[in-house]
């Protein structure tokens, strides 16, 4: 079952229904602050919530959208992929753990309460997978939500010409 409902979100994979709100999220530079750092295009956007699609057929696994149970509203994203990133240390192999919300959905708990459901799922499905996480050093916010479930710091290297810090579980 693909589909995960917590106390307060439901978790599925997305759509094409999803790309409006998905497009809005993306585009909001407080989203992307800690990403790249600049908004998506409507067509970075599409090509973003295809790649999610097609993890769930080629991967078994993928990023779910996160949607509020009480209102149905669209909350961001979070899950497991494989981006074949060209990073060293390399993390081929590994399921990449990611989580981004929308900004209303900032410091409400729902990337915790997401991410353990991820995590459940993924020990499930994949007990013996190696989990890795890429978070900007200036994003306290998501290493809070990462040191809750265990990941710790093994890297310290740069991706896309952009300081990241590697950490695993």
Same mark, same amino acid.
């Given at each position: 079952?693909?589909?995960?409902?917590?106390?307060?979100?439901?978790?599925?994979?997305?759509?094409?229904?999803?790309?409006?709100?998905?497009?809005?999220?993306?585009?909001?530079?407080?989203?992307?602050?800690?990403?790249?750092?600049?908004?998506?295009?409507? @067509?970075?956007? /599409? &090509?973003?919530?295809?790649?999610?699609? #097609?993890?769930?057929?080629?991967?078994?696994?993928?990023?779910? +959208? =996160?949607?509020?149970?009480?209102?149905?509203?669209?909350?961001?994203?979070?899950?497991?992929?494989?981006?074949?990133?060209?990073?060293?240390?390399?993390?081929?192999?590994?399921? @990449?753990?990611? /989580? &981004?919300?929308?900004?209303?959905?900032? #410091?409400?708990?729902?990337?915790?309460?997401?991410?353990?459901? +991820? =995590?459940?799922?993924?020990?499930?499905?994949?007990?013996?997978?190696?989990?890795?996480?890429?978070?900007?050093?200036?994003?306290?916010?998501?290493?809070?939500?990462?040191?809750?479930?265990?990941?710790?710091?093994?890297?310290?290297?740069?991706?896309?010409?952009?300081?990241?810090?590697?950490?695993?579980?």
């Amino acid at each position: 079952m693909r589909t995960i409902i917590t106390e307060r979100l439901i978790m599925r994979p997305p759509t094409r229904d999803d790309f409006e709100d998905c497009a809005m999220q993306w585009a909001d530079p407080e989203v992307v602050r800690h990403i790249g750092g600049k908004p998506f295009t409507r @067509e970075e956007s /599409w &090509a973003r919530l295809t790649r999610n699609v #097609g993890h769930w057929a080629l991967q078994g696994f993928g990023v779910w +959208a =996160l949607r509020e149970r009480d209102s149905g509203r669209y909350a961001g994203e979070v899950g497991l992929f494989d981006v074949k990133r060209n990073i060293t240390p390399s993390i081929a192999g590994a399921h @990449e753990m990611g /989580w &981004a919300l929308c900004s209303w959905a900032h #410091g409400k708990g729902f990337a915790t309460e997401a991410v353990r459901a +991820a =995590l459940d799922w993924n020990e499930k499905h994949f007990p013996h997978a190696r989990l890795v996480c890429m978070i900007d050093p200036d994003n306290a916010a998501s290493f809070r939500v990462a040191e809750k479930f265990g990941f710790r710091e093994f890297a310290r290297t740069t991706y896309r010409d952009t300081a990241v810090v590697l950490l695993e579980r």
